[in-house]
């Protein structure tokens, strides 16, 4: 059955740097969302993505947030500048239709750590 | 604005007994709602989704849910657990749109 693969599993990074969150959603699916879980706390919608452009951004998802589909089948969350508050799993999801009439297939996450 | 409540942070139970994750819901609009699992180091599973069908859901692996709009509930059940079933359950809700909102989550615990 195919399946959302996500890198790294889990990533290590200095206060103030860049990262890339990478994921491979599956091959026919045509919207795509990042969500993030802090620790002990709930899973936090943070973009929806469709057609190549951004469809809905939480409160959460500010300037320092980009996503983008750069070669049609990586789909990758961009992080410009990190803070400690960013530690927490990131979770790339896929749909071939809208969330409410298809079901999202969820990867396994990268566990995010800012030092 | 739309939420989940999640009663219970940790649902311990016997091996072969009733599995009850309470979840109570608060939506402006007739909800879609909706319960996923996750394994440990595995991504978010979804068992069942409510999308003002039938107001009983039945699932994967035998849970089932049913919609009380009078109670804004919307609990996960079922009728005999199993050592497998250990997990963590979250409850979601969605108003019509793209995005889905989650509850903290419930960890059950099977007991042998």
């Known amino acids: 059955e195919p399946e959302v693969t996500q890198t790294p599993s889990h990533q290590v990074t200095q206060m103030g740097q860049e990262v890339i969150l990478r994921c491979v959603p599956i091959s026919n699916h045509l919207y795509f969302y990042w969500y993030r879980q802090i620790l002990g706390q709930k899973v936090e919608f943070l973009v929806s993505f469709y057609n190549n452009e951004i469809s809905e951004k939480s409160e959460i998802f500010d300037d320092q947030f980009s996503v983008e589909r750069p070669d049609g089948s990586n789909f990758t969350l961009k992080i410009r500048s990190t803070k400690l508050e960013d530690s927490a799993m990131y979770f790339c999801a896929g749909t071939r239709g809208r969330p409410i009439t298809d079901t999202q297939y969820f990867g396994p996450g990268t566990r995010l750590t800012v030092l | ?112």
Not at chain 2, 23 to 41: A, D, I, T
């Open chain 2, 1 to 112: 604005a739309q939420s989940v409540t999640q009663l219970g942070s940790h649902v311990s139970v016997s091996e072969g007994a009733l599995v009850l994750l309470r979840c109570n819901y608060s939506s402006s609009v007739p909800p879609y709602l909706f319960w996923y699992v996750q394994y440990p180091n595995q991504g978010l599973q979804l068992l069942l989704k409510y999308t003002s069908a039938a107001t009983l859901v039945k699932g994967i692996n035998g849970f089932e849910a049913e919609f009380k709009k009078s109670e804004t509930s919307f609990h996960l059940t079922k009728p005999s657990a199993h050592m497998s079933d250990a997990a963590e359950y979250f409850c979601a809700v969605s108003n019509r749109d793209d995005k889905i909102i989650f509850g903290k989550g419930t960890r059950l615990h099977i007991l042998p």
